[in-house]
């Protein structure tokens, strides 16, 4: 299986800062990565699919980027409505797949 | 609008079955594969199983091969999830999801359901 790593468990920011959250697989998924924002107590929701492109109804704020085994999650000025934990999902494996363990982003 | 229902879970003893069910609606069931994807308390998100839209293509995690089995009545517009042999580690939130892309199947998922809880213990 490929093991997906988000290296940050949790990362402190403040209001209006630019946050990146980093995920890393095992080994190359191509373009195919994809993130989730889970609130607690709630389903995940889809943000991004194919490294960068943005799910709709998701604000511009966020963006992807990335390539093969480097993956990066950007909140270009964080909202205090952020706040959740960030999963990054692989399905480049169709018979495996395989999500990151979470980014919990705090304010 | 898109609807995942999830039900069945419970509490259960080790070594005893489960059978989990998502109703769906709001798009066309048949064309979209179906994943459970659960949560361990206070953990990530793990994918348990995956079944493509003509209910013929299967997929499974390693740890519930031979123990899981996906299904779905696409007349029903449902999937379900029958779990045996359960012990500790299959303590977890089960989420059923719908893959967004239509006739895909094992990528990543547009619209999930609340969950349902399933505790395994003695």
């Known amino acids: 299986d490929i093991e997906m790593t988000q290296s940050l468990s949790t990362l402190s920011a403040s209001v209006g800062d630019r946050v990146t959250i980093t995920c890393r697989a095992s080994?190359?998924?191509?373009?195919?990565l994809a993130w989730y924002q889970q609130k607690p107590g709630k389903a995940p929701k889809l943000l991004m699919y194919a490294t960068s492109t943005l799910e709709s109804g998701v604000p511009s704020r966020f963006s992807g980027s990335g390539f093969g085994t480097e993956f990066t999650l950007t909140i270009s000025s964080l909202h205090p409505d952020d706040v959740a934990t960030y999963y990054c999902?692989?399905?480049?494996?169709?018979?495996?797949?395989?999500f990151g363990g979470g980014t919990k982003v705090e304010i | 609008e898109v609807q995942l229902l999830e039900s069945g879970g419970h509490l259960v003893l080790p070594g005893e079955s489960l059978r989990l069910s998502c109703a769906a609606s709001?798009?066309?069931?048949?064309?979209?594969?179906m994943t459970w994807v659960r949560q361990a308390p206070g953990k990530g998100l793990e994918w348990v199983a995956t079944?493509?839209?003509?209910?013929?293509?299967?997929y499974y995690t390693d740890s519930v091969k031979g123990r899981f089995t996906i299904s779905r009545d696409n007349a029903k517009s449902t999937v379900s999830l029958q779990m045996s042999t359960l012990t500790a580690d299959d303590t977890a939130i089960y989420f059923c999801?719908?893959?967004?892309?239509?006739?895909?199947?094992?990528?990543?998922?547009?619209?999930w359901g609340q969950g349902t809880q399933v505790t395994v213990s003695s």
């Open positions: 709001g798009f066309p069931f048949s064309s979209y594969a």
């Open positions: 999902q692989q399905y480049d494996d169709h018979v495996g797949l395989t």
């Open positions: 080994r190359s998924v191509s373009m195919w």
């Open positions: 999801a719908k893959e967004r892309e239509r006739g895909s199947t094992g990528d990543f998922f547009d619209y």
């Open positions: 079944i493509g839209g003509d209910g013929y293509t299967k």
